[in-house]
């Protein structure tokens, strides 16, 4: 995995703890996120739907930066990918300071 794509995963998983606060929970959370949509996505026949999946999906967005062919395949671009991965971690961090300020200010 790519150390960008590691990092905002990690990231990802440090604002979920912050919003949930019980680590058994965060890790379940950052787990369906990471692998669960993937395998939704490939259930629903629809193939819009599942594109879309695929396009906001933490995993499958960011693992599309390792793509160095065939890149007209992909749901997303690479660094495309890399952005909506890296603005799921921004979203959790920003969920988990604003609720951390809220609750223990």
């Given amino acids: ?3 960008a794509v ?9 604002g979920m703890a912050v919003i949930v606060r019980t680590s058994a929970t ?3 959370i950052v ?12 259930v629903i026949g629809e193939a819009r739907w599942q594109r879309l999946l695929e ?3 933490p995993m499958s967005a960011g693992l599309a930066i390792q793509a ?13 990918g890399l952005g909506v991965t890296a603005a799921w971690a921004g979203a959790a961090l920003a969920a988990g300071g604003l609720l ?6």
Avoid: E, F
């Fill in 1 to 3: 995995m790519v150390p």
């Fill in 6 to 14: 590691a990092t905002a995963i990690a990231l990802l998983s440090l």
């Fill in 26 to 28: 965060s890790i379940g």
């Fill in 31 to 42: 787990l369906g996120l990471l692998y669960l949509l993937p395998i939704v996505s490939q």
């Fill in 55 to 57: 396009q906001i999906g």
């Fill in 68 to 80: 160095t062919t065939d890149l007209h395949s992909l749901p997303l671009s690479p660094w495309a």
């Fill in 100 to 105: 951390l300020r809220i609750r223990d200010a």
